[in-house]
Protein backbone atom coordinates (compact mmCIF):
# COMPACT_ATOMS: atom_id res chain seq x y z
CA UNK A 1 0.00 0.00 0.00
CA UNK A 2 1.75 3.52 -1.28
CA UNK A 3 1.91 5.75 1.77
CA UNK A 4 2.36 8.49 0.24
CA UNK A 5 -0.21 11.37 -1.21
CA UNK A 6 1.56 14.58 -3.52
CA UNK A 7 0.11 17.52 -3.59
CA UNK A 8 -1.83 19.47 -6.59
CA UNK A 9 -0.60 17.91 -9.50
CA UNK A 10 -1.14 14.32 -9.09
CA UNK A 11 -1.91 13.84 -12.58
CA UNK A 12 0.57 15.80 -13.32
CA UNK A 13 2.83 14.13 -11.94
CA UNK A 14 1.87 10.49 -13.36
CA UNK A 15 1.66 11.95 -16.79
CA UNK A 16 6.01 13.00 -16.51
CA UNK A 17 7.96 10.48 -17.14
CA UNK A 18 10.75 9.25 -13.78
CA UNK A 19 7.87 10.32 -11.73
CA UNK A 20 6.25 7.64 -10.08
CA UNK A 21 7.48 6.99 -6.59
CA UNK A 22 8.58 3.86 -5.35
CA UNK A 23 6.14 1.75 -3.62
CA UNK A 24 6.86 1.44 0.37
CA UNK A 25 8.08 -2.54 1.40
CA UNK A 26 5.19 -4.87 2.51
CA UNK A 27 5.45 -4.86 5.58
CA UNK A 28 4.81 -8.27 8.25
CA UNK A 29 0.99 -8.50 9.50
CA UNK A 30 1.32 -6.55 12.76
CA UNK A 31 -0.65 -8.48 15.73
CA UNK A 32 -4.48 -7.17 16.46
CA UNK A 33 -5.34 -5.15 19.16
CA UNK A 34 -4.28 -6.69 22.73
CA UNK A 35 -7.31 -8.67 23.90
CA UNK A 36 -8.88 -7.34 27.18
CA UNK A 37 -6.91 -8.46 29.89
CA UNK A 38 -7.96 -8.77 33.56
CA UNK A 39 -5.57 -6.72 35.79
CA UNK A 40 -3.96 -8.29 38.42
CA UNK A 41 -5.22 -7.83 41.74
CA UNK A 42 -2.97 -5.39 44.29
CA UNK A 43 -0.35 -6.60 45.37
CA UNK A 44 -0.18 -7.67 49.09
CA UNK A 45 1.28 -4.49 50.28
CA UNK A 46 -0.70 -1.69 52.14
CA UNK A 47 -0.02 1.77 51.68
CA UNK A 48 1.66 3.44 55.05
CA UNK A 49 -0.27 4.14 57.86
CA UNK A 50 -1.04 8.28 56.92
CA UNK A 51 1.20 9.15 60.04
CA UNK A 52 4.73 7.53 58.46
CA UNK A 53 3.37 9.18 54.86
CA UNK A 54 6.38 11.97 56.06
CA UNK A 55 5.16 14.79 53.33
CA UNK A 56 4.51 17.97 54.35
CA UNK A 57 1.61 18.97 52.07
CA UNK A 58 -0.61 15.59 52.66
CA UNK A 59 -3.56 17.13 54.74
CA UNK A 60 -6.41 16.04 54.56
CA UNK A 61 -8.96 18.29 54.58
CA UNK A 62 -12.82 18.06 53.15
CA UNK A 63 -14.94 20.05 50.55
CA UNK A 64 -16.41 19.86 46.92
CA UNK A 65 -14.25 18.02 44.76
CA UNK A 66 -13.18 19.41 41.50
CA UNK A 67 -16.61 20.79 39.53
CA UNK A 68 -16.90 20.67 35.71
CA UNK A 69 -17.18 24.46 36.31
CA UNK A 70 -13.43 24.91 36.90
CA UNK A 71 -12.63 23.06 33.67
CA UNK A 72 -13.71 26.32 32.24
CA UNK A 73 -12.72 28.43 34.47
CA UNK A 74 -9.48 30.98 32.96
CA UNK A 75 -6.36 30.33 32.95
CA UNK A 76 -4.45 32.17 36.40
CA UNK A 77 -3.31 35.60 35.03
CA UNK A 78 -0.17 36.06 36.81
CA UNK A 79 2.87 37.62 35.74
CA UNK A 80 6.06 35.14 35.50
CA UNK A 81 9.72 35.47 36.11
CA UNK A 82 10.78 34.30 33.07
CA UNK A 83 14.58 34.91 34.31
CA UNK A 84 13.81 32.43 36.96
CA UNK A 85 13.32 29.68 35.00
CA UNK A 86 14.93 27.06 33.22
CA UNK A 87 14.91 26.24 29.39
CA UNK A 88 17.44 24.13 27.64
CA UNK A 89 16.95 25.91 24.11
CA UNK A 90 19.15 24.60 21.15
CA UNK A 91 20.39 26.79 18.23
CA UNK A 92 17.91 27.40 14.95
CA UNK A 93 19.02 24.17 12.80
CA UNK A 94 21.98 25.34 10.51
CA UNK A 95 21.32 24.76 6.53
CA UNK A 96 22.71 22.12 5.17
CA UNK A 97 24.80 21.58 1.36
CA UNK A 98 22.53 18.38 0.27
CA UNK A 99 26.53 18.01 -1.50
CA UNK A 100 28.44 17.72 1.28
CA UNK A 101 25.34 16.61 3.69
CA UNK A 102 22.86 14.37 1.69
CA UNK A 103 21.21 13.06 4.80
CA UNK A 104 19.02 13.90 7.48
CA UNK A 105 18.27 12.14 10.68
CA UNK A 106 15.91 12.76 13.94
CA UNK A 107 13.48 11.38 15.97
CA UNK A 108 9.44 11.79 15.99
CA UNK A 109 8.35 14.66 18.32
CA UNK A 110 4.62 14.03 19.86
CA UNK A 111 5.29 16.04 22.88
CA UNK A 112 2.78 19.72 22.58
CA UNK A 113 4.34 21.64 25.76
CA UNK A 114 6.45 24.59 23.72
CA UNK A 115 2.89 25.63 22.59
CA UNK A 116 0.60 25.32 25.86
CA UNK A 117 4.43 27.26 27.83
CA UNK A 118 4.47 29.43 24.85
CA UNK A 119 0.48 30.40 25.00
CA UNK A 120 0.70 31.22 28.64
CA UNK A 121 3.33 34.23 27.74
CA UNK A 122 1.28 35.48 25.44
CA UNK A 123 -1.60 35.93 27.13
CA UNK A 124 0.03 37.47 30.03
CA UNK A 125 1.17 40.08 27.62
CA UNK A 126 4.98 38.75 27.26
CA UNK A 127 6.72 36.94 23.88
CA UNK A 128 8.15 33.79 25.42
CA UNK A 129 12.02 33.48 25.54
CA UNK A 130 13.37 32.14 22.38
CA UNK A 131 14.95 29.03 24.09
CA UNK A 132 11.32 28.62 25.09
CA UNK A 133 10.35 27.82 21.52
CA UNK A 134 10.32 24.23 19.95
CA UNK A 135 8.75 24.79 16.56
CA UNK A 136 7.51 21.00 16.13
CA UNK A 137 5.72 20.86 19.45
CA UNK A 138 4.02 24.20 18.08
CA UNK A 139 3.11 22.58 14.47
CA UNK A 140 2.17 19.02 16.35
CA UNK A 141 -0.13 21.01 18.48
CA UNK A 142 -2.88 20.51 16.11
CA UNK A 143 -4.30 18.25 13.51
CA UNK A 144 -3.99 17.47 10.23
CA UNK A 145 -5.72 16.35 7.22
CA UNK A 146 -3.29 13.16 6.83
CA UNK A 147 -5.37 9.72 5.55
CA UNK A 148 -6.68 7.52 8.58
CA UNK A 149 -4.70 3.94 8.01
CA UNK A 150 -6.44 1.61 5.77
CA UNK A 151 -5.51 -1.38 8.28
CA UNK A 152 -3.46 -1.74 11.39
CA UNK A 153 -0.62 -3.97 9.27
CA UNK A 154 1.24 -0.78 9.25
CA UNK A 155 0.07 1.15 12.54
CA UNK A 156 0.47 4.70 10.46
CA UNK A 157 0.21 6.30 7.03
CA UNK A 158 3.19 8.31 5.59
CA UNK A 159 2.13 11.43 3.62
CA UNK A 160 4.03 13.95 1.62
CA UNK A 161 4.05 17.42 0.12
CA UNK A 162 5.65 20.11 -1.44
CA UNK A 163 4.71 23.90 -1.44
CA UNK A 164 6.14 26.90 -2.46
CA UNK A 165 7.92 28.63 0.40
CA UNK A 166 5.49 32.16 1.46
CA UNK A 167 8.53 33.56 2.87
CA UNK A 168 11.23 32.93 0.39
CA UNK A 169 10.82 32.82 -3.21
CA UNK A 170 13.67 30.53 -4.24
CA UNK A 171 12.66 27.62 -1.74
CA UNK A 172 10.38 25.17 -1.11
CA UNK A 173 8.65 23.29 1.98
CA UNK A 174 8.76 19.68 2.18
CA UNK A 175 5.81 18.33 4.00
CA UNK A 176 5.99 14.37 5.37
CA UNK A 177 3.12 13.46 8.02
CA UNK A 178 2.83 10.22 10.12
CA UNK A 179 -0.94 9.37 11.10
CA UNK A 180 -1.48 6.50 13.64
CA UNK A 181 -4.30 4.35 13.89
CA UNK A 182 -7.43 4.78 15.92
CA UNK A 183 -8.56 3.08 18.46
CA UNK A 184 -11.64 3.16 20.54
CA UNK A 185 -12.28 3.21 24.23
CA UNK A 186 -12.95 -0.04 24.58
CA UNK A 187 -10.47 -1.81 22.71
CA UNK A 188 -7.58 0.01 24.92
CA UNK A 189 -6.09 -2.88 26.92
CA UNK A 190 -6.02 -1.96 31.09
CA UNK A 191 -4.05 0.46 32.21
CA UNK A 192 -2.16 0.88 35.50
CA UNK A 193 -1.27 4.54 35.85
CA UNK A 194 0.47 5.88 38.63
CA UNK A 195 0.02 9.56 39.53
CA UNK A 196 3.03 11.42 40.98
CA UNK A 197 2.43 14.09 42.67
CA UNK A 198 4.23 17.37 43.74
CA UNK A 199 3.13 19.17 47.33
CA UNK A 200 5.86 20.77 47.94
CA UNK A 201 5.75 24.58 48.81
CA UNK A 202 6.35 25.26 45.63
CA UNK A 203 3.04 24.20 44.15
CA UNK A 204 0.94 26.44 46.71
CA UNK A 205 -0.37 28.97 43.58
CA UNK A 206 -3.70 28.61 41.92
CA UNK A 207 -2.12 27.49 38.69
CA UNK A 208 -0.04 24.74 40.30
CA UNK A 209 -1.46 22.04 42.98
CA UNK A 210 -5.45 23.58 42.25
CA UNK A 211 -4.71 22.62 38.75
CA UNK A 212 -3.00 19.55 39.12
CA UNK A 213 -6.07 17.95 41.02
CA UNK A 214 -8.32 19.12 37.97
CA UNK A 215 -6.54 17.76 35.74
CA UNK A 216 -5.71 14.38 37.47
CA UNK A 217 -9.49 14.20 38.60
CA UNK A 218 -10.75 14.73 35.08
CA UNK A 219 -7.96 11.81 33.89
CA UNK A 220 -9.74 9.77 36.98
CA UNK A 221 -13.45 10.48 35.43
CA UNK A 222 -12.15 8.44 31.67
CA UNK A 223 -10.82 5.47 33.24
CA UNK A 224 -12.82 1.98 33.57
CA UNK A 225 -13.69 -0.65 36.15
CA UNK A 226 -10.30 -2.64 34.45
CA UNK A 227 -8.10 0.17 34.99
CA UNK A 228 -6.41 0.78 38.25
CA UNK A 229 -4.84 4.30 40.07
CA UNK A 230 -2.39 4.97 42.58
CA UNK A 231 -0.88 8.32 43.58
CA UNK A 232 2.54 8.86 45.39
CA UNK A 233 3.01 12.60 46.54
CA UNK A 234 6.46 13.60 47.26
CA UNK A 235 7.56 17.10 49.01
CA UNK A 236 10.20 16.60 51.48
CA UNK A 237 10.20 12.86 51.31
CA UNK A 238 7.50 10.68 49.20
CA UNK A 239 4.88 8.16 50.29
CA UNK A 240 1.92 6.69 49.01
CA UNK A 241 -1.30 8.37 49.94
CA UNK A 242 -3.75 5.89 47.54
CA UNK A 243 -3.31 1.76 47.11
CA UNK A 244 -4.45 0.96 43.42
CA UNK A 245 -7.95 1.19 42.61
CA UNK A 246 -10.11 1.81 40.25
CA UNK A 247 -13.03 3.28 42.47
CA UNK A 248 -13.26 7.11 40.72
CA UNK A 249 -14.60 8.06 44.04
CA UNK A 250 -11.84 7.27 46.64
CA UNK A 251 -9.61 8.76 43.76
CA UNK A 252 -11.19 12.65 43.09
CA UNK A 253 -11.09 12.36 47.50
CA UNK A 254 -7.39 11.49 47.70
CA UNK A 255 -6.80 14.33 44.92
CA UNK A 256 -9.19 16.78 46.70
CA UNK A 257 -7.11 16.11 50.27
CA UNK A 258 -3.32 17.23 48.78
CA UNK A 259 -2.02 20.81 50.32
CA UNK A 260 1.10 22.25 49.67
CA UNK A 261 4.28 22.65 51.83
CA UNK A 262 7.91 21.79 52.08
CA UNK A 263 10.69 21.07 49.95
CA UNK A 264 11.09 19.01 47.25
CA UNK A 265 12.25 14.97 46.70
CA UNK A 266 11.41 14.79 43.30
CA UNK A 267 13.54 11.58 43.12
CA UNK A 268 12.55 9.59 46.13
CA UNK A 269 9.35 10.33 44.58
CA UNK A 270 10.03 8.91 41.01
CA UNK A 271 11.59 5.83 42.77
CA UNK A 272 8.76 5.15 44.68
CA UNK A 273 5.87 5.72 41.64
CA UNK A 274 8.02 3.13 39.96
CA UNK A 275 7.93 0.55 42.24
CA UNK A 276 4.60 0.83 42.83
CA UNK A 277 4.01 0.52 39.24
CA UNK A 278 6.28 -2.28 39.30
CA UNK A 279 4.53 -4.08 41.79
CA UNK A 280 1.31 -3.64 39.74
CA UNK A 281 2.31 -4.37 36.37
CA UNK A 282 0.14 -5.26 33.84
CA UNK A 283 1.44 -7.47 31.22
CA UNK A 284 -0.41 -6.32 27.93
CA UNK A 285 -1.04 -3.05 29.63
CA UNK A 286 -0.82 0.28 30.02
CA UNK A 287 1.62 1.46 32.86
CA UNK A 288 3.11 4.62 33.42
CA UNK A 289 3.66 6.80 35.64
CA UNK A 290 2.51 10.41 35.59
CA UNK A 291 4.08 13.25 36.82
CA UNK A 292 2.50 16.63 37.85
CA UNK A 293 4.76 19.09 38.67
CA UNK A 294 6.72 22.46 38.39
CA UNK A 295 10.15 21.02 38.39
CA UNK A 296 11.22 22.33 41.28
CA UNK A 297 13.59 19.20 42.39
CA UNK A 298 15.80 20.20 45.54
CA UNK A 299 16.33 17.66 47.79
CA UNK A 300 17.47 14.33 46.92
CA UNK A 301 18.38 13.77 43.18
CA UNK A 302 17.53 16.61 41.27
CA UNK A 303 20.01 16.88 38.59
CA UNK A 304 18.37 16.42 35.47
CA UNK A 305 21.28 14.58 34.19
CA UNK A 306 21.03 12.22 37.11
CA UNK A 307 17.00 11.56 36.83
CA UNK A 308 17.35 10.76 33.35
CA UNK A 309 19.78 7.91 33.79
CA UNK A 310 17.47 6.65 36.75
CA UNK A 311 14.47 7.11 34.32
CA UNK A 312 16.34 5.36 30.90
CA UNK A 313 16.86 1.92 33.86
CA UNK A 314 12.92 2.25 34.42
CA UNK A 315 11.76 2.55 30.90
CA UNK A 316 13.00 -1.07 29.74
CA UNK A 317 10.41 -2.58 32.55
CA UNK A 318 7.84 -1.70 30.23
CA UNK A 319 6.72 1.38 32.32
CA UNK A 320 7.01 4.80 30.69
CA UNK A 321 6.70 8.03 31.63
CA UNK A 322 4.52 11.39 31.22
CA UNK A 323 5.37 14.37 32.58
CA UNK A 324 3.05 17.46 33.30
CA UNK A 325 3.92 21.04 34.10
CA UNK A 326 2.14 23.74 35.91
CA UNK A 327 3.03 27.73 37.13
CA UNK A 328 5.73 29.48 36.39
CA UNK A 329 7.85 31.77 38.36
CA UNK A 330 10.67 28.51 38.55
CA UNK A 331 8.96 26.50 36.16
CA UNK A 332 11.73 23.95 35.25
CA UNK A 333 10.59 23.34 32.14
CA UNK A 334 14.25 22.05 30.75
CA UNK A 335 13.98 18.98 32.89
CA UNK A 336 10.07 18.08 32.29
CA UNK A 337 10.80 17.52 28.40
CA UNK A 338 13.58 15.86 29.11
CA UNK A 339 12.57 13.13 31.22
CA UNK A 340 9.65 12.70 29.71
CA UNK A 341 11.88 12.22 26.29
CA UNK A 342 13.74 9.36 27.76
CA UNK A 343 11.01 8.20 29.38
CA UNK A 344 9.49 6.89 26.10
CA UNK A 345 6.80 8.82 27.09
CA UNK A 346 5.32 12.75 26.47
CA UNK A 347 5.41 16.23 27.93
CA UNK A 348 2.66 18.65 28.10
CA UNK A 349 1.92 21.85 29.92
CA UNK A 350 -1.06 22.63 31.25
CA UNK A 351 -2.02 26.21 31.55
CA UNK A 352 -5.54 25.67 32.26
CA UNK A 353 -8.62 23.49 33.23
CA UNK A 354 -9.49 23.50 29.08
CA UNK A 355 -5.85 22.30 28.36
CA UNK A 356 -6.46 19.58 31.19
CA UNK A 357 -9.48 18.39 29.42
CA UNK A 358 -7.82 18.26 26.01
CA UNK A 359 -4.56 16.76 27.04
CA UNK A 360 -6.39 13.89 29.54
CA UNK A 361 -9.69 14.31 28.45
CA UNK A 362 -9.80 13.70 24.25
CA UNK A 363 -6.66 12.39 23.55
CA UNK A 364 -6.12 10.18 26.46
CA UNK A 365 -6.15 6.95 24.19
CA UNK A 366 -2.91 8.73 22.67
CA UNK A 367 -1.32 9.67 25.60
CA UNK A 368 -1.73 6.02 27.17
CA UNK A 369 -1.74 3.80 24.22
CA UNK A 370 1.33 3.38 22.07
CA UNK A 371 1.10 1.62 18.88
CA UNK A 372 4.71 2.07 17.53
CA UNK A 373 7.63 3.09 19.53
CA UNK A 374 11.20 4.20 18.63
CA UNK A 375 10.10 6.05 15.32
CA UNK A 376 13.22 7.38 13.42
CA UNK A 377 12.63 10.01 10.08
CA UNK A 378 15.72 10.12 7.57
CA UNK A 379 15.52 11.83 4.69
CA UNK A 380 18.44 11.74 1.80
CA UNK A 381 18.09 14.37 -0.52
CA UNK A 382 19.39 13.90 -4.13
CA UNK A 383 22.30 16.57 -4.48
CA UNK A 384 21.50 16.81 -8.38
CA UNK A 385 18.20 17.79 -7.59
CA UNK A 386 18.20 19.63 -4.47
CA UNK A 387 21.28 21.62 -3.44
CA UNK A 388 20.66 23.12 0.02
CA UNK A 389 17.78 22.47 2.49
CA UNK A 390 16.97 22.58 6.50
CA UNK A 391 14.90 21.16 8.74
CA UNK A 392 12.58 23.54 10.92
CA UNK A 393 12.58 22.23 14.42
CA UNK A 394 13.52 19.13 15.73
CA UNK A 395 16.83 20.58 16.98
CA UNK A 396 16.58 18.25 20.27
CA UNK A 397 15.73 15.31 18.39
CA UNK A 398 18.37 15.18 16.06
CA UNK A 399 20.13 11.94 15.30
CA UNK A 400 23.50 10.62 13.65
CA UNK A 401 23.26 8.93 10.17
CA UNK A 402 24.48 5.72 11.84
CA UNK A 403 22.16 5.73 14.63
CA UNK A 404 18.89 5.15 12.16
CA UNK A 405 19.84 1.70 11.46
CA UNK A 406 20.78 0.48 15.19
CA UNK A 407 17.46 -0.61 17.20
CA UNK A 408 19.78 -0.08 20.29
CA UNK A 409 19.01 3.55 19.73
CA UNK A 410 16.25 5.30 21.68
CA UNK A 411 13.88 7.56 19.85
CA UNK A 412 10.40 8.65 20.07
CA UNK A 413 6.66 6.82 20.05
CA UNK A 414 3.66 7.04 18.50
CA UNK A 415 0.24 6.72 20.24
CA UNK A 416 -3.00 5.88 19.16
CA UNK A 417 -4.35 8.57 16.82
CA UNK A 418 -1.23 10.43 16.83
CA UNK A 419 -0.08 12.77 14.26
CA UNK A 420 3.10 13.91 13.71
CA UNK A 421 4.41 16.85 11.01
CA UNK A 422 8.12 17.62 10.27
CA UNK A 423 8.76 20.50 7.48
CA UNK A 424 11.91 20.83 5.48
CA UNK A 425 12.27 24.14 3.41
CA UNK A 426 14.68 23.33 0.37
CA UNK A 427 16.37 24.52 -2.51
CA UNK A 428 16.41 23.20 -5.99
CA UNK A 429 19.63 23.17 -7.66
CA UNK A 430 19.98 26.37 -10.26
CA UNK A 431 17.59 27.95 -7.56
CA UNK A 432 19.32 30.78 -5.34
CA UNK A 433 20.35 29.26 -2.29
CA UNK A 434 21.42 30.82 1.10
CA UNK A 435 25.08 29.50 1.02
CA UNK A 436 26.37 30.92 -1.91
CA UNK A 437 28.04 28.16 -4.70
CA UNK A 438 31.14 27.39 -3.92
CA UNK A 439 34.48 27.75 -6.65
CA UNK A 440 36.03 24.10 -5.99
CA UNK A 441 32.48 22.62 -5.52
CA UNK A 442 32.57 19.07 -6.85
CA UNK A 443 29.62 18.00 -9.60
CA UNK A 444 27.06 15.61 -8.28
CA UNK A 445 28.22 11.99 -8.38
CA UNK A 446 26.98 9.74 -11.08
CA UNK A 447 24.22 7.93 -8.76
CA UNK A 448 22.67 11.09 -7.85
CA UNK A 449 22.46 12.72 -11.92
CA UNK A 450 20.99 8.88 -12.67
CA UNK A 451 18.20 9.41 -10.53
CA UNK A 452 17.17 13.08 -11.79
CA UNK A 453 13.46 12.01 -10.97
CA UNK A 454 14.11 11.99 -7.28
CA UNK A 455 14.18 14.64 -5.28
CA UNK A 456 14.61 13.04 -2.28
CA UNK A 457 14.07 9.37 -0.18
CA UNK A 458 11.88 9.40 2.94
CA UNK A 459 12.77 6.04 5.60
CA UNK A 460 11.14 5.41 8.65
CA UNK A 461 12.23 3.39 11.12
CA UNK A 462 9.86 1.69 13.89
CA UNK A 463 8.83 -0.64 16.07
CA UNK A 464 6.06 -2.76 17.09
CA UNK A 465 5.08 -2.47 21.22
CA UNK A 466 6.32 -5.69 21.92
CA UNK A 467 9.41 -5.81 19.09
CA UNK A 468 12.51 -5.39 19.46
CA UNK A 469 13.10 -5.14 16.15
CA UNK A 470 12.07 -2.40 13.72
CA UNK A 471 10.37 -2.18 10.02
CA UNK A 472 11.30 -0.04 7.61
CA UNK A 473 9.36 2.00 5.08
CA UNK A 474 10.95 3.70 2.20
CA UNK A 475 9.11 5.86 -0.25
CA UNK A 476 10.49 8.96 -2.66
CA UNK A 477 9.63 12.18 -3.27
CA UNK A 478 9.74 12.85 -7.11
CA UNK A 479 11.25 15.29 -8.84
CA UNK A 480 8.20 16.84 -10.56
CA UNK A 481 6.25 17.40 -7.11
CA UNK A 482 8.54 20.65 -7.07
CA UNK A 483 7.89 21.53 -10.61
CA UNK A 484 4.37 21.27 -9.86
CA UNK A 485 4.15 22.76 -6.93
CA UNK A 486 2.30 26.21 -5.49
CA UNK A 487 1.76 28.00 -2.93
CA UNK A 488 0.50 26.35 0.28
CA UNK A 489 -2.99 26.04 0.58
CA UNK A 490 -5.52 24.83 3.40
CA UNK A 491 -4.32 22.70 5.93
CA UNK A 492 -0.83 22.91 4.50
CA UNK A 493 -0.91 26.60 4.65
CA UNK A 494 -1.84 26.38 8.39
CA UNK A 495 0.97 24.05 9.23
CA UNK A 496 3.19 26.34 7.27
CA UNK A 497 2.01 29.93 8.85
CA UNK A 498 2.46 27.55 12.76
CA UNK A 499 6.30 26.54 11.49
CA UNK A 500 6.74 30.51 10.73
CA UNK A 501 5.30 31.71 13.98
CA UNK A 502 7.54 29.06 15.85
CA UNK A 503 10.75 30.82 13.75
CA UNK A 504 9.70 34.22 14.07
CA UNK A 505 9.38 33.76 17.70
CA UNK A 506 13.06 32.28 17.76
CA UNK A 507 14.25 35.15 16.09
CA UNK A 508 15.35 33.19 12.98
CA UNK A 509 17.36 35.29 10.66
CA UNK A 510 15.51 33.28 7.46
CA UNK A 511 12.52 34.11 7.70
CA UNK A 512 13.32 36.94 5.06
CA UNK A 513 10.96 39.57 7.20
CA UNK A 514 8.23 37.57 7.44
CA UNK A 515 5.79 39.04 9.73
CA UNK A 516 3.07 38.33 12.25
CA UNK A 517 0.78 40.13 9.86
CA UNK A 518 1.99 37.59 6.97
CA UNK A 519 1.61 34.83 9.68
CA UNK A 520 -2.13 35.71 9.72
CA UNK A 521 -2.53 35.97 6.36
CA UNK A 522 -1.21 32.85 5.39
CA UNK A 523 -3.10 30.84 7.91
CA UNK A 524 -6.57 32.52 6.57
CA UNK A 525 -9.42 32.09 8.56
CA UNK A 526 -9.94 29.20 10.89
CA UNK A 527 -13.50 27.34 12.50
CA UNK A 528 -11.51 25.34 15.09
CA UNK A 529 -11.50 26.30 18.38
CA UNK A 530 -7.56 25.92 18.86
CA UNK A 531 -6.67 27.27 15.45
CA UNK A 532 -8.78 30.62 15.90
CA UNK A 533 -7.00 30.76 18.96
CA UNK A 534 -3.80 30.51 17.90
CA UNK A 535 -4.76 33.03 15.17
CA UNK A 536 -5.38 35.52 18.49
CA UNK A 537 -2.37 34.55 19.66
CA UNK A 538 -0.81 35.56 16.54
CA UNK A 539 -2.13 39.12 16.67
CA UNK A 540 -0.85 39.56 20.28
CA UNK A 541 2.52 38.84 19.49
CA UNK A 542 2.57 41.17 16.12
CA UNK A 543 0.97 43.76 18.70
CA UNK A 544 3.70 43.27 21.23
CA UNK A 545 6.13 43.70 18.26
CA UNK A 546 4.84 46.32 16.33
CA UNK A 547 3.44 44.36 13.48
Known sequence: MRGTRLIAATALCAALAGCAGKAPKKLAEAPPPPPSIAPPPPPAYAPAPAQAVVVTGSLARTGPVASEAAYLAPRVMIAPDPGREKYDGKEVSPVKLAQAEPVSTFSVDVDTGAYANARRFLTQGMLPPPEAVRTEELINYFRYDYPRPKDRAQPFTVTTDVAKTPWNAGTYLLRIGLRGYDIDRAERPPANLVFLIDVSGSMKSPDKLPLVKTALAGLADKLGPRDRVAIVVYAGAAGMVLEPTHDTAQIRRALESLEAGGSTAGGAGIELAYRIAEDNFIKGGVNRVILATDGDFNVGVSDTKALIALIEKKRDSGITLTTLGFGQGNYNEAMMEQIADHGNGNYAYIDSALEATKVLGEEMNSTLFTIAKDVKIQIEFNPAVISQYRLVGYENRSLREEDFDNDLVDAG??????????????????????????????????????????????????????????????????????????????????????????????????????????????????DNFWRQEFLRLNALAGSMKGG
Open 413 to 526: DIGAGHQVTAIYEVVPVGGKGWIAPRKYEDAPARAATARLAEAATVKLRYKLPESDTSKLIEQVVPSCALQSAAAPLDDFAFAAAVAAFGQVLRGDALMMGFSHADIGLLASKQ
